[in-house]
């Protein structure tokens, strides 16, 4: 980890750092990372490009294969402040974003802010909470900020939720919206370890949990400036119509096909992805890479996530690139 106001090669962090000093300090948090998480390598790297790309994850899959371990070793990488929310049925909005407390001495109300106000956090098993609970979510992850009784609060800078569902119980649960759902830029499944990569993991937990040995390789100002070069990861005109022939594809095969938020999704996905490369460019393979991941939970079809998925696959099939 560099000082917090100079990089390595001696840009400020205050500023811009070019795409291969970005991309030095990504990959750093993707091997650190791998420390913790045996094999799931593609879905490290998608954790991270979906972090750096500014956008938020659902991490869905079936008990102990790993989603809040992935979500606490991002975390525990970088220098920032992290927050863990135990999603449940009675969990209540003001549980999350915090709520007013009046002060005798100043006779005066102050705000006491939630765990939502943290750099990174975890919401475990959101889909336990009901509805008016998730939906206490819905502004700070849309709009970076928490309206409590009237006043509006900001967001940490940077700010990024880390959510996790479990995928096959569905007792005392309810279903994330629509518009919940589409707020989240990826939604990664882990599945299960082949049996190599399962003896490594119980090796690993004999004596203690890697997790508690993770050091950060990267402080909150470096973090910063990652984003700000994945934001300026050039995406060509002809590459924005490729996105938007993908997304059209997906109107024309779905009962509601992916918005235009999730084609910015795509985009912001794919510069993520370029930063970890070290390219101040995005190509092709970017977008076809992240659309998989950033598509089929925005789609609404008769079968279901089955069905999503084939038609984002058909649509990389089908689509030319022309770029």
Not at 42 to 69: R, Y
Not at 71 to 96: G, K, N
Not at 178 to 195: I, Q, T
Not at 213 to 224: F, G, K, M, N, W
Request: aromatic residues 4%.
């Amino acid at each position: 980890m560099t000082d917090a106001s100079e990089a390595a090669d001696g840009t400020a962090l205050g500023g811009a750092i070019d795409a291969e000093r970005a991309g030095e300090i990504a990959r750093a948090v993707v091997e650190n990372v791998r420390g913790v998480i045996v094999g799931n390598d593609e879905a490290i790297e998608l954790l991270v490009a979906g972090f750096l790309g500014g956008g938020h994850v659902l991490v869905e899959d079936v008990p102990g294969v790993g989603k809040t371990m992935l979500a606490r070793a991002l975390a525990a990488s970088v220098e920032c402040s992290f927050e863990r929310v135990q999603f449940t049925p009675d969990l209540l909005p003001a549980d999350i974003t915090g709520t007013n407390v009046y002060n005798r001495k100043s006779e005066s109300f102050e705000f006491r802010p939630g765990p939502i106000f943290a750099n990174v956090v975890l919401a475990d098993e959101i889909n336990r909470a009901p509805p008016k609970t998730q939906a206490a979510m819905l502004e700070a992850m849309a709009e970076t900020q928490v309206t409590v009784d009237g006043r509006t609060h900001p967001m940490s800078d940077p700010f990024a939720v880390v959510a996790t569902q479990n995928s096959i119980e569905r007792e005392r649960t309810y279903e994330l919206p629509a518009a919940e759902l589409d707020r989240f830029m990826l939604r990664l499944r882990l599945g299960y370890p082949d049996a190599d990569e399962e003896a490594t993991v119980i090796d690993r937990a004999i004596g203690g949990h890697a997790i508690e040995a993770v050091t950060p390789v990267a402080s909150t100002d470096e973090l910063r400036a990652v984003r700000a070069a994945a934001d300026n990861v050039e995406v060509r005109e002809p590459l924005r119509a490729y996105v938007a022939r993908i997304a059209r594809y997906t109107r024309e095969h779905a009962a509601l096909g992916a918005s235009p938020r999730g084609s910015i999704a795509l985009v912001r996905a794919a510069q993520g992805r370029a930063i970890i490369g070290s390219r101040p460019y995005a190509v092709p393979d970017d977008v076809q890479a992240m659309a998989p991941h950033v598509l089929p939970h925005r789609l609404r079809t008769d079968r279901g996530d089955t069905d999503a998925e084939g038609i984002v696959s058909d649509a990389l099939e089908s689509v030319p690139v022309e770029v």
